[in-house]
């Protein structure tokens, strides 16, 4: 490890977040020592990093026994949405899935119709009374008319950073089913245009991130949140990024200045751990 982790890490997000404009919504760690923290109990729309909440949920039910890796739920055309994943893409439907297939397509690939999937395993209010019991207070989806369905919602920096604390040091969920999650965030199919564009696939395979996009009123939100292990294989940093208010909103791309911003802090962060 560096010399000054934190300030080093301090000075790289200044400058990039500074760079790229908007307002940010931030808390890194580095080990147990918190060396950025940015209006991070700010309530934000969490996009596609709330599926970490969401994926959360439906392995504690497995962990109470109250559900299995292997319990199974049909994809119906009804389930379907646009947008990110993989399961829109099919010209028919009606596979019999997997809890764990759901969850992999939810966090890997950040599939939208896993979303209504998950749903169908555990309905809104059960996900939010899973997250309150854990002790996440803002940290919520917003159910719908149907109590099968909802929009995935809120949280905070803080919220998020302590959810991926907690995940990392096996604490947040049993030790198969955190391990599971992991291993999907870490997976070599996943995002790889923000915090993990500029690395080599060892130093990616090293990270376990979920990104989340979108826009609102013409402005661009782009999040997103993770582990970084050190080359010993355990936990060393853990990063919250929520960005909104941002420029160019149609530009989901690795060309968007917020993105190119957690690509430089990706590497930051390597020279970290």
């Given amino acids: 490890m560096s010399p000054a982790p934190g300030a080093s890490l301090r000075r790289a997000y200044a ?9 940010w919504h931030a808390r890194i760690s ?3 020592r918190v060396v950025v923290s940015d209006d991070d109990e700010r309530v934000v729309k969490g996009y596609s990093v709330q599926k970490l909440a ?3 949920a439906l392995l504690d039910k497995v962990d109470r026994g109250e559900a299995g890796l292997d319990t199974r739920v049909r994809l119906r055309c009804e389930d379907v949405l646009p947008g990110s994943g993989l399961y829109h893409l099919q010209p028919v439907w009606g596979d019999e899935l997997t809890l764990a297939g759901v969850i992999t397509a939810l966090l890997l690939v950040s599939d939208n119709t896993a979303v209504r999937l998950c749903g169908r395993l555990a309905p809104a209010a059960e996900i939010n009374e899973i997250l309150a019991a854990k002790g996440f207070r803002r940290t919520r989806v917003v159910p719908v008319e149907r109590p099968d369905r909802f929009l995935l919602g809120d949280t905070t920096a803080v919220e998020t950073h ?3 604390t907690r995940l990392a040091g096996g604490t947040l969920l049993e030790g198969g089913t955190g391990a599971f999650m992991l291993r999907v965030l870490r ?5 790889q245009d923000g915090v993990r564009r500029d690395m080599t696939s060892a130093q990616r395979e090293r990270v376990a991130t979920k990104h989340g996009a979108d826009h609102e009123g013409g402005r661009a939100a782009r999040h997103e949140a993770g582990i970084v292990f050190g080359e010993h294989g355990r936990p060393a940093i853990v990063y919250s990024l929520f960005a909104d208010g941002l420029d160019r909103a149609g530009d989901y791309g690795p060309t968007h200045p917020a993105v190119r911003a957690h690509a430089a802090l990706g590497r930051a962060m390597l020279k970290c751990c």
């Avoid at 990039?16 to 404009?21: E, K, L, P, V």
């Avoid at 997976?187 to 995002?191: H, K, L, R």
């Fill in 54 to 56: 969401v994926a959360v």
């Fill in 162 to 164: 302590d959810l991926l």
């Fill in 30 to 32: 580095v080990g147990d």
């Fill in 15 to 23: 400058a990039q977040t500074r760079r790229a404009g908007g307002d």
């Fill in 187 to 191: 997976g070599a199919g996943g995002y």
